[in-house]
């Protein structure tokens, strides 16, 4: 796996601004090392209640915190044109002074912000076979300071950018679940993020286990070291919906042996969800301050025994691209 052991806090920007930005300067006090940011227009449950635009928000969040690294988790590729969304994480990387991780996901054709916003829901095969473009587009305009790019999709002229502040360019979270975008976080992503809808938590270690079999394959396939790829997973998200209780919080031992589980897996970052319910925050607060340290300091020995010879660094995608034609 990927480098040092990571923990992501998850919030969903449906509240005031002043009890955002409370959250996310909490989630840095605890000691986590990322922030992750969602991107719809409505919330899914409740199509009616207020939504803050995700970029903006980081931003926002970003020149009030110091040290938390920002995510977004993820960015909706059919919301923005690929050469503006890699405009807005230039800027982002800027005005955060270097805490930029770029994630990016096809969304999901049952959200209703389609329809609202009066753009195109393309179906999950068009979302797929756009992936790969948007990423190339994404990764070149952030990695090169004048960009041209024709590809089935997406077209650039001469397009210049700032250098972004993290050269040679933010890491990409890939989002991917299903076997196409699997291959595809393989191939493109620094870090590859996924989560599982499982009935119990032994069935979501197990399907998580076979997609880190078929991505460990893909690797192989492209030539790719697959410890070079960060393993990304989100904690059940079952209770969100309807703002009940997390099962990982009922107690912080609860949380260690699920964390230490995915640990044995290969996954390298953890995301929580900041607690839906006030009762939980004291378990959410011990977990912060006794689990995430206990588990990085265990991770860190295992890991100075298995780390790979070499810098561990992703693979250049153009290298990737050559390879996998």
Known sequence: MAGELRFLAMDLPNRPWRDMLRRYKTVETLGFDLAGFADHFVPSADSAAPWFEQWTLLAAVARETSRIRLATWVTQ????????????????????????????????TMDPSYAMMGLANWSNKERVARFREYVQVVDRLLSDKTTTFEGKFYELRGAP????????????????????????AAELADNWNCLSFA?????????TRERIRLVDAHCAVIGRDPASLRRSYLMPVGAL???????????????????????????????LWYPAREEQMPVFEKIAAEVLPALKERHAARWAVDRPVGDGKAVAMDSLERTAE
Request: aromatic share 6%; hydrophobic share 50%.
């Open 77 to 108: 590729i059919p919301f923005r044109n690929p050469a503006l969304l890699a405009h807005q994480a230039c800027t982002a990387d800027h005005l955060s002074d270097g805490r930029l991780e770029l994630g990016l996901g096809v969304g999901l």
């Open 161 to 184: 950018m700032f250098r972004p502040v993290q050269l040679p360019r933010p890491p990409i979270v890939i989002a991917a679940l299903g076997p196409v975008m699997l291959k595809r």
């Open 241 to 271: 919906l309807g703002a009940g209780m997390f099962d990982c919080y009922a107690s912080a031992g609860i949380f260690a042996d699920m964390a230490q589980r995915l640990i044995d897996l290969g996954i390298s970052e953890i995301g």
């Open 199 to 207: 009935a119990t938590f032994d069935q979501q270690l197990a399907e």
